[in-house]
């Protein structure tokens, strides 16, 4: 039903859903990130940042990965930075 108690149609409903995805994305997006360097195990060998966004990380994490020497098996990934406390 939309605001005014008339059922929605299917084409209505995905729109609201894609809408809703994508402002959440882009809120998330826009949330300090973090650049994290870790290999198979767990092991993290460096954290790099906060960046202002998560563009911001992505740039650098492009650079990283071409002028980094990583030990065999390191993976880098980047996450966004929440408060202490806050799990998402």
Do not use: N
């Amino acid at each position: 039903m939309d605001g005014d108690g008339e059922p929605m149609d299917d084409v209505r409903r995905w729109e609201l859903l894609r809408e809703a995805t994508v402002v959440t994305a882009m809120s998330r997006l826009e949330a300090a990130h973090v650049i994290i360097c870790s290999d198979e195990d767990g092991v993290i060998h460096f954290v790099q940042g906060p960046y202002a966004d998560g563009v911001s990380a992505l740039a650098d994490l492009a650079e990283l990965e071409r002028t980094s020497c990583l030990p065999e098996g390191a993976r880098m990934f980047i996450v966004p930075l929440h408060p202490p406390g806050l799990d998402h």
